[in-house]
């Protein structure tokens, strides 16, 4: 069973950054394609981008530019760099991993983790 851990949520000024990190343990962490969303207060989850096993990326336009997805195989890890933050980025932040070959829907995810909070203050 495949088991993740998101932290490094917090409190961020706007235009300030923050990198959250997910942790994974119970599979082939090399062969997933890991996803990161996020959740506001009566939004819908949405898409914030995802990098494939092999290293591609995808990103929603409303990140592209200023969140960065990275991950250490060695370390069974993947990172959200997010840079120029904004109060529209503020949201619950959740990571998943993907077994399909496409890594950039709700749907593509199988596993969940318990999610990050990241405020961020005008």
């Known amino acids: 069973q495949v088991q993740l851990v998101e932290s490094g949520g917090g409190l961020v000024q706007a235009g300030g950054s923050l990198r959250l990190s997910c942790a994974a343990s119970g599979g082939p962490f090399r062969i997933y394609n890991m996803g990161w969303f996020r959740q506001a207060p009566g939004n819908e989850q949405e898409f914030v981008g995802g990098i494939s096993w092999s290293g591609g990326s995808a990103y929603a336009d409303s990140v592209k530019g200023r969140f960065t997805i990275s991950r250490d195989n060695a370390k069974n890890t993947v990172y959200l760099q997010m840079n120029n933050l904004k109060p529209e980025d503020a949201a619950v932040y959740y990571c998943?991993?993907?077994?399909?070959?496409?890594?950039?829907?709700?749907?593509?995810?199988?596993?969940w983790g318990p999610g990050t909070q990241v405020t961020v203050s005008s």
């Open positions: 998943a991993v993907g077994l399909r070959t496409s890594y950039i829907s709700i749907r593509d995810y199988d596993y």
